[in-house]
């Protein structure tokens, strides 16, 4: 959870509510969080503010958060989609974190208590044979580019997006990430793939950015690529790719605490989203372990130390 480095100002219950925010919003840019997460903390908050239609600091109070919270568990938010329960819940889920944090730091004594998330729907994935289609579907060097480096980094989009050349050090198979979700920098490391068309690539390109390319173009070059690949476009997204990326990366023996660091999470609970998907692979070895026959038998292993 984010940390705050300076106190709010004296007086502070005097001041407007939307002031208030904004010395809020400064203070959490102090903290050093990214620009995309005090835009996440400025939207919730307003949120609630908005509704509760008070003037000043001094007049807030737990009931306000209440009175909102159930109004927005009952009609969504303006931009829900009509009937998504799930998706309103969570959205309210992190608006309630952010209004909680806010006024926490405005020193309401107050507990103010968070929506509970939904339950996490399955993450999905791709299979090899899926990834390998995508990787022949590619009609040029860039669309090869984009489908190695996430599925062997992980990046997210917006980090592949605002990669430069000069982040890329193909000597030490190392990619520097400066614009992490939390403003943080990283590294993630390139595999053989990765750095035979990275090579390739950097050969003839001229700009300064490593992948020119929108959000909204990415998006579409890779659903393209599911449609020439003949995968369904459903299923392809630049963010399975980095599912994809991690479930393969456990698969193959990375521990956990090394996988967080180059998914750049800040908490490993939110990593080990990813164990849970082995459970197939894990079920297969059980059952190859414990079903084959014994060497002087064909009754199958029953269990260890079985006699």
Known sequence: MT??????????????????????????RSSGVSEKTVKSYKVGISDFLKFCGKQYVKELNVNDVIRWRLARLKNGFNKSVKGDSKATQLTLHYYSLYVR??????????EVSVVKAPRRRVVATLTENEVIKLLSASRDTLDLLIICLLIETGLRAQELLSLTVNDVDLTNKEVYVRLG????ERVVFIG??????????????????????????????????????????????PHILRHTFATEALKRGLALPALQRILGHRD?????????????????LYMNVFTRPTNNSNTP???????
Do not use: C, M
């Open 181 to 184: 979700k939390y403003g943080e």
């Open 3 to 28: 940390r705050y480095q300076l106190p709010p100002p004296e007086g502070v219950s005097e001041l407007s509510v939307w002031d208030a925010l904004e010395e809020f919003l400064l203070n959490l």
């Open 301 to 307: 292993t029953v269990g260890v130390g079985s006699t």
């Open 101 to 110: 944090a806010f006024l926490k730091w405005l020193g309401l004594k107050d």
């Open 268 to 284: 490993i609970k939110t990593t080990q989203i990813y164990l849970h998907l082995l459970k197939e692979d894990v079920k297969k």
């Open 192 to 237: 053989p793939l990765t750095e035979e068309v990275l090579s390739k690539y950097l050969e003839t390109h001229s700009e300064d950015r490593l992948v020119p390319l929108t959000y909204s173009g990415l998006y579409r070059r890779v659903k393209t690529l599911a449609k020439r690949a003949g995968i369904d476009p459903k299923k392809v997204r």
